[in-house]
């Protein structure tokens, strides 16, 4: 995880917030480092945490976690982690047919009109341990991401729907967060995805945007909405420093990270971002429904 | 639930390819060496599969596209168990040519192929592929006056390793090549021998359709089905999903896929814009990510991406691919007789390489690529 980012977040493995949603939007470029960046977050943390990965393998996240000091294997083994790696899962699915109720069950329909297996799976997943104390903090769902489930024949309103199904139950009955990744081609191509995430940065609390510059580092202060909660933040990452400045209400802050080749633990290895920039677009701090 | 319990079989996997002969399942991601944090005993054990070579950057087994000068691009190669999208040119004069130096890469690197086409037989496809420059002089050979490896100069430089003149200048035999990245000539057919001796598989569709076409269970075109049906089963065949764990020699399956989405494909994605079949071609490429993940192999697909109508294909197929390059030739356009351009013969645009087991990638800096073919060297160039 990313210490300047928990900063800027205010949260810290030990406080963490609960009973919110949290939206990725990476606008031409990965966002991918900020799935790992929670997901290492949260199981330090000692969160219960239900990962949905549609995207990559289990070895990949495996692989980064322990850069970013987290061994997924070992979250894994211990029950703090619940993986559905769906590339794999996928396969089984796709190629005959399954005996049951499946998770990735809309792979086998042509439109499919709802997540529920999939919902279904996730609240299996994060469900109270029954009988006595509970071993970890409240529970997690992270999914990466919710974009692919569009190319996969769902529509965007089935998708919206699983949205608030996690949320009423992850984040309003269980205490829990629900952090998700979604791509914004910021033209209107895709106007599917596009109405999904506009429905999706209606419902979140926290939306965290990585976008790609043409040119690399940019002065420019993002316009800041008026309402006294909104904290406005730009981040740049240029090659191998991040800055961070808040221009909102606080002072202006400016954090350099320096690229540490060597260290494994904390930071990631040769931790170079190119030329994105990093918005964290208002504090909104809503009551959802 | 069964799904938790199935990626929990598949997250036990370790991180090594040599620890792979002995499990049971192998995703592709390994790193060569010992694992970090290793759990596993004894050091590392480094099996080496022909034509391929560890990244240097994050140890990710990388084999070459047939272009070396692509390879430098990509980050020193494609990368086992990933997908290579290649944008078509409009008029499909080059793609079909990186198609061939990809199987040929795979031909003298001793890999096993699956060629998938609807237009072309595979075994006409394999007959046409670029000869391979195997004889060490070929840096001589590169002016185009194609001077005889037997001049004098050469006779004149083995004058220290006096021993080595006496061995064949020319492998003309079954070539087993320990170089990663070879140059070809592409205006000399690959040699017989060479193809005999060559592991393929041939997916030609309309040898592959059977009438009736009803409609398929999970609503993908009939072709993409069998396909993918047949990419399963040649992948299980051949064990590159480590699922003939006794077996110890390990061999990659390079597949090839041509103009995928066209409509000899039974798509309509380049026919309309609001198509019937619009999931289709995102789901092929979604099942094949994973087929392709799972296994020891290498994929290289070419998509006809300027026929496609519907805009939001195109970026849903970008972002399910690993690797994703864009061609785009002069030939007939205002371009070609732009003196800047007049060395070239079209632009390459490396639209997204992906970060594979880390956090960031090796994106090049220079976005101005041109290239340029000569008949034995396909050249990219920065700097326009």
Excluded at chain 1, 26 to 41: E, Q, R
Excluded at chain 2, 175 to 185: A, K, L, M, Q, T
Aim: net charge neutral; hydrophobic share 40%; aromatic share 8%.
């Amino acid at each position: 995880m990313f210490p300047e980012l928990n900063n800027l977040l205010n949260i810290t493995p030990d406080k963490v917030e609960q009973g919110k949603l949290t939206l990725l939007c990476d606008a031409k470029t990965d966002g991918s480092f900020l799935v790992h960046h929670f997901l290492s977050f949260f199981l330090k943390a000692k969160c219960k945490v239900c990962f949905v990965a549609l995207v990559q393998s289990f070895s990949h996240y495996n692989i980064v976690g322990q850069k970013l000091g987290v061994s997924l294997t070992t979250a894994w083994e211990r029950g703090q982690l619940v993986f559905l790696e769906a590339l794999k899962t996928s396969l089984d699915i796709f190629f005959q047919t399954p005996a049951g109720p499946h998770p990735l069950q809309f792979l086998r329909e042509a439109s499919a009109r709802n997540l529920q297996p999939l919902y279904a799976f996730v609240q299996e997943a994060l469900k109270p341990e029954d009988g006595g104390e509970a071993t970890w903090r409240h529970p997690v769902l992270l999914v990466d991401d919710l974009s692919v489930l569009l190319s996969l024949g769902v529509r965007a309103v089935a998708v919206l729907d699983f949205i608030h199904y996690c949320r009423a139950t992850v984040c309003t009955e269980l205490k829990g967060n629900l952090v998700a990744l979604v791509h914004d081609s910021g033209d209107a191509a895709d106007e599917e995805n596009d109405l999904l995430v506009s429905g999706l940065s209606h419902q979140s609390h926290l939306i965290l945007r990585a976008e790609g510059l043409a040119t690399g580092f940019c002065k420019d202060v993002h316009g800041q909405a008026s309402p006294s909660r909104v904290i406005g933040v730009r981040a740049a990452c240029v090659h191998s420093h991040m800055w961070i400045q808040n221009t909102g209400l606080a002072d202006s802050t400016q954090v350099h990270r320096k690229k540490a080749k060597g260290n494994t633990q904390k930071y990631c290895h040769g931790f170079s971002l190119g030329d994105f920039s990093f918005i964290l677009l208002g504090y909104f701090a809503f009551m959802f429904l | 639930m069964a799904a938790a319990a199935t990626c929990g079989a598949g997250a036990g996997s370790p991180g090594s390819v040599a620890a792979a002969v002995d499990r049971s399942s192998a995703t592709s991601f390994q790193r060569k060496g010992p694992r970090a944090g290793g759990a596993d005993g004894g050091g590392p054990r480094l099996v080496s599969i022909a034509g391929t070579r560890p990244s240097v950057r994050n140890g990710q087994l990388l084999v070459s596209t047939g272009l070396p000068a692509l390879d430098q691009l990509l980050g020193g190669g494609l990368a086992v168990g990933t997908v290579l999208l290649i944008e078509e040119d409009k008029y499909n004069i080059y793609s079909p040519l990186l198609f061939k130096y990809f199987l040929a890469e795979g031909i003298v690197s001793g890999h096993t192929l699956l060629v998938a086409s609807a237009r072309e037989h595979p075994a006409g496809i394999l007959q046409e592929l670029p000869a391979p420059l195997l004889d060490d002089s070929y840096e001589k050979e590169f002016d185009e006056d194609g001077c005889n490896h037997k001049t004098p100069d050469s006779s004149m430089k083995m004058k220290i390793a006096w021993r080595y003149q006496l061995l064949p200048k020319m492998e003309a035999g079954p070539v087993s090549s320990s170089r990663f990245g070879h140059y070809y000539d592409t205006s000399k057919k690959i040699p017989q021998e060479l193809l005999r001796t060559a592991k393929w598989h041939g997916f030609f569709l309309p040898e592959r359709i059977s009438p009736p076409l009803t409609v398929e269970p999970c609503h993908l075109t009939h072709g993409y089905m069998k396909l993918l049906e047949f990419i399963k089963k040649i992948v299980s065949e051949e064990g590159v999903d480590g699922s003939h764990p006794q077996k110890k020699t390990k061999n990659i399956l390079r597949i090839g896929i041509q103009s995928l989405g066209s409509p000899l494909w039974g798509d309509d994605a380049c026919c309309a814009e609001a198509c019937d079949d619009s999931h289709s071609l995102t789901k092929f490429l979604y099942v094949l990510r994973g087929l392709v993940r799972a296994s020891l192999s290498a994929c290289l697909v070419t998509v006809p991406a300027h026929l496609i109508q519907n805009k939001a294909i195109t970026a849903r197929v970008t972002s399910l691919s690993d690797t994703v390059v864009g061609l785009e030739s002069f030939v007939g356009s205002e371009r070609e007789t732009n003196p800047l351009y007049k060395d070239y013969h079209g632009l390459i645009h490396i639209r997204q390489i992906p970060r594979l087991n880390n956090l960031i990638c090796d994106e090049s800096d220079v976005k101005d690529l041109a290239f340029k073919l000569k008949r034995k060297l396909f050249t990219i160039e920065t700097g326009l």
